[in-house]
């Protein structure tokens, strides 16, 4: 079985000195190979170590909805700490949260994709840790899409928002503790920073191989399936087409009032549906797009995850869509996580030529062979931080 991190650094026997206070970035989602979660772990491990929580997006419970949902600070029911939230007004630790820190522990479920948003709580803390001379340590967790498979193109720098501070492609292969390292080392952040590596995890491993708990690391993310689809399914928020907000299946359903399923499934592109059987299907959200309405639309069954490629299937899908529903279907407007200016379809891709290719009709090949050449160049500069080879 894998081993976390977190259990790894117990098992080993560390220590700190005596009096060392520690805020915990992480979350209920977080659980070891038994189900505990990591806060109940450390605390039974180094009892008085942890003064003060802090969460990401979507609450240290996981209970709040996406998309500028702000989740409060309150005191934590089961350990009494108090919990501060780093999504909302706030989504850098302040210089007064490190006030009475000497070290910042780290773990959180990540699901292996640029625009979910816990990667870059981590990449501000990293920088806020730097300025604060305090020394962070990340204790490491699986990639629930595996390490083997890069996809996409890297976010443009002038797109930079809340789903991406720096370039990256939409899939990015790496566990948590992986992209601490890339991002200490790429940015020049100059923060004391210890990576505890996982046990027993090999980079072709499926969420299942990994035979850990799945505990939904925010609300619309209930099972490790949501997070194959996730990293194409989401640049639907980008659009008036539901991604399945709403539905007990959320990325896995998808669809819109206007859309016939089975004129949709004949348009989409032959070669973007490898690895995945489509099934045309109706559904009702309860919430957020189309609520109360009668959508047509696909459910998304992964039938081979090793050639399913998430990004360049909803791309073609997109398409499909456009070409079908010129004057149904559009972008949405911003505000986007606390992006008010560019549309949010532009900072979920990273890059406004793939909303102009799409809206054009063209074929999608130049543009995968244009990601090609960065695509490289990432794995390249990769190569030597992967942990796990």
Known sequence: MVKPGLENFIAAGRRFPAGTRAAFLSHQAAVDSQGITSLERIRRA????VNAVWSPQHGFYGDRQANMIASDDFSDPLSGLPVFSLYGEKREPTPEMFADIDLVLVDLVDVGCRVYTYIWTLFLLLKAA????????VFDRPNPLGGETVEGNLLLEDYTSFVGLYPLPMRHGLTIGELALYFKREVFFAVELEVIPLTG???HFSFAETGLFWVLPSPNMPTPATALVYP???LLEGTNISEGRG???PFELCGAPFIDPRRLLAEINPEARAGVFLRPTW??????KWAGEFCGGLQLHISDRRKFSPYYFTLALLQAIIRLYPDKFFWLDPPYEYEYRIMPIDILTGDPEIRKQLESGGDLEPLR???QGRLAEFIDKCEDLRIYK
């Open 46 to 49: 180094f009892p008085g170590l």
């Open 130 to 137: 730097a300025a604060a001379g305090v020394k962070v340590i």
């Open 201 to 203: 995890w090999q980079r």
């Open 232 to 234: 194409g399914q989401v």
């Open 247 to 249: 539905t007990t299946l």
């Open 283 to 288: 559904f009702t959200p309860t919430f957020d």
């Open 369 to 371: 062979t244009l990601w």
